[in-house]
């Protein structure tokens, strides 16, 4: 992914949302990222840089509400990568006694490529020792991989873990979904401004009367396009304004329910029609 661009990356995302994502340093493919409600404030915190594991570490912000979002991928260890077993717990342990420190609520989520399940891991073992010294705890007990093992894992602090947990296959990768709701206070609705102009109450008689008697009528012979189109603009928009005036307003952006796609809004305009 980090041969793709963010504009092309945006055009895959649903409505209202944005995307931030921390492309892979060297290789191909890769990277982490983040899909997020545009009423939502994101900031992209700088962490420092680790060898045996990919991360992003993002602030949301809703309201009064703060979350610190860690998402991470670790690479497989391989002699290619030269990434070891021991370099990803060094540098998680790492990244771990930074973000702890962080106030406000903590999601550490991602594909640790670990056998969470098999308790008697070293590995496994090794990642709940870390989990305890920071007294995180860890929310996904199915597996969430096609061969059988839980190895996408949540993360929070005690006393902000999600209300309800739950995995699911969603039939596009060999990871499964997983999928959480949390408690948080309801982002404020985007507010815009527009300028628009009213043609219900348009006298089209009185504005052709205008145009005949402006300046336009009696435009001198000129070989300068740019003037001609300067004039043409200048004076068909005094008239204009004087027909129908240039208003602003401020208007609210309410989202739009999920299954409102663009295919029923065509068809409610037919039928109105």
């Known amino acids: ?8 990356l945006s055009e895959v995302i649903p409505p209202g949302y944005n995307i931030s994502h921390k492309p892979r340093p060297t290789g191909r493919a890769g990277g982490v990222g983040i899909i997020l409600r545009e ?21 949301v912000t809703s309201g009064s509400l703060t979350y610190h979002i860690v998402l991470l991928y670790r690479p497989p260890p391989s002699r290619k990568n030269r990434i070891s077993a021991g370099l990803f717990y060094e540098d998680f342990s790492d990244l771990l006694s930074r973000v702890t420190l962080f106030k406000g609520k903590l999601l550490i989520l991602g594909d640790f490529n670990v056998h969470f399940d098999d308790s008697e891991s070293v590995e496994s073992k090794q990642l709940n020792t870390l989990f305890e010294t920071y007294n995180l705890h860890q929310h996904v007990s199915s597996p969430t991989h096609h061969q059988g093992h839980t190895i996408d894992l949540l993360l929070t602090r005690a006393n902000n873990a999600p209300e309800e947990v739950w995995v699911t296959d969603p039939l596009i990768s060999d990871h499964s979904a997983v999928i959480f709701q949390l408690s948080t206070s309801k982002p404020p609705l985007l507010v815009r401004i527009v300028q628009s102009r009213n043609f219900q109450a348009f006298n089209t008689a009185a504005f052709k009367r205008d145009i005949q008697e402006s300046e336009l009528a009696s435009v001198p012979n000129s070989s300068d396009p740019e003037q001609l189109t300067s004039l043409y603009a200048k004076i068909t928009t005094r008239i204009l304004d004087k027909h129908a005036p240039l208003k602003t307003r401020t208007i609210t952006i309410c989202p739009r329910a999920p299954w409102f796609t663009d295919n029923i809004m065509c068809a409610t305009r037919g039928t109105r029609k």
Not at 39 to 58: A, F, I, P
């Open 39 to 59: 009423t939502l404030s994101l900031k992209m915190l700088t962490t420092s840089t680790y060898q045996g594991l990919e991360h992003m570490v993002v602030r």
């Open 1 to 8: 992914m980090n041969n793709v661009r963010l504009d092309v």
